[in-house]
């Protein structure tokens, strides 16, 4: 069974960044598009990706974040990064990666993100 494990989350104040990270296990982590998806504190997940990156490597976000959030992929390293900066209140939330369209795989724990003053 493929696992997603998603690092890097933690406390920071507005304007600063993060990096976080996820791995996948397997064999077809190369074959897919992947992306971001994010559940602010007490909402529900949010169904579209905020960052999407194709096995091609082109790269699509939200609007919300576009220009400050960059997603990027280590097909040798099965792994999937998003690098987040000029952070912002709003940007508060767990953050999970997955397939796009539609997450194939059990979602993983997640990593939270919170951004305080």
């Known amino acids: 069974q493929v696992q997603v494990v998603e690092s890097g989350g933690g406390l920071v104040q507005p304007g600063e960044s993060l990096r976080l990270s996820c791995t996948v296990s397997g064999n077809g982590f190369r074959l897919y598009d992947w992306g971001w998806y994010r559940q602010p504190l007490g909402k529900r997940r949010e169904s579209e990706a905020i960052?999407?990156?194709?096995?091609?490597?082109?790269?699509d976000y939200a609007d919300s974040v576009k220009g400050r959030f960059t997603i990027s992929r280590d097909n040798d390293k099965n792994t999937l990064s998003l690098e987040m900066n000029s952070l912002k209140l709003e940007d508060t939330a767990d953050y999970y990666c997955?397939?796009?369209?539609?997450?194939?795989?059990?979602w993983g724990q997640g990593a939270r993100v919170t951004v305080s003053r």
């Open positions: 997955n397939t796009v369209p539609g997450a194939l795989y059990s």
């Open positions: 960052a999407q990156i194709t096995s091609r490597d082109r790269t």
